[in-house]
């Protein structure tokens, strides 16, 4: 198995700074938008932008939840190994309200039509973004594509992209990984 580097610590955090800087130009203030980071990937993206829209952009107001999509999933009982759940922590109300998704990879679009059905029990929001730091564009097996995106990676099937964050894995870096 060999790895190659895409992205190393200076090249995240500035492609995390343009993102934030795309969402702020389109939620202003954030008054009427929710984060929601997807679990269990993306909310370490979700807080990474959550903390550096709040300390270097002073968004005040800004509301961030995480999202559990486990059980939502059309793979749930696929998979010769059970899925393990992890925590729903949205303590905000997302009835009316602007919704953006963060995940960190996008791949076949199964992960965000789960989002789309799991978002539902906690209102109707007026309208739902995605937000990926990865985006596989030719792997999609639904029609979903990213409102932002950090950087698109044209990897074939059996190469994977993993992301790695300095609060999980000690680092910020993005390897493509062939199997």
Same mark, same amino acid.
């Given at each position: 198995? =060999?790895? @190659?580097?895409?992205?190393?610590?200076? !090249?995240?955090?500035?492609?995390?700074?343009?993102?934030?800087?795309?969402?702020?130009?389109?939620?202003?203030?954030?008054?009427?938008?929710?984060?929601?980071?997807?679990?269990?990937?993306?909310?370490?993206?979700?807080?990474?932008?959550?903390?550096?829209? @709040?300390?270097?952009?002073?968004?005040?107001?800004?509301?961030?939840?995480?999202?559990?999509?486990?059980?939502?999933?059309?793979?749930?009982?696929?998979?010769? @190994?059970?899925?393990?759940?992890? =925590?729903?922590?949205?303590?905000?109300?997302?009835?009316?309200?602007?919704?953006?998704?963060?995940?960190?990879?996008?791949?076949?679009?199964? =992960?965000?039509?789960?989002?789309?059905?799991?978002?539902?029990?906690?209102?109707?929001?007026?309208?739902?973004?995605?937000?990926?730091?990865?985006?596989?564009?030719?792997?999609?097996?639904?029609?979903?594509?990213?409102?932002?995106?950090?950087?698109?990676?044209?990897?074939?099937?059996?190469?994977?992209?993993?992301?790695?964050?300095? !609060?999980? !894995?000690?680092?910020?870096?993005?390897?493509?990984?062939?199997?």
């Amino acid at each position: 198995m =060999s790895q @190659k580097v895409l992205l190393n610590a200076t !090249e995240v955090n500035i492609i995390l700074h343009r993102l934030a800087c795309q969402l702020i130009e389109n939620h202003n203030d954030f008054s009427n938008t929710v984060l929601i980071g997807l679990q269990p990937r993306g909310k370490y993206l979700a807080n990474r932008l959550a903390g550096m829209l @709040k300390d270097e952009y002073k968004i005040k107001n800004l509301q961030l939840g995480h999202l559990d999509i486990t059980f939502y999933r059309d793979d749930f009982r696929r998979g010769e @190994k059970p899925l393990e759940a992890n =925590s729903t922590e949205i303590n905000v109300h997302v009835e009316d309200k602007k919704v953006v998704f963060i995940d960190d990879v996008l791949y076949t679009g199964r =992960s965000i039509r789960a989002a789309l059905t799991a978002i539902q029990s906690f209102g109707r929001p007026t309208e739902i973004e995605l937000l990926t730091l990865i985006d596989r564009r030719f792997s999609r097996h639904l029609p979903i594509q990213p409102n932002y995106r950090g950087r698109q990676v044209d990897a074939i099937n059996n190469e994977k992209v993993k992301v790695n964050w300095l !609060e999980n !894995e000690g680092e910020d870096a993005v390897y493509l990984i062939q199997n």
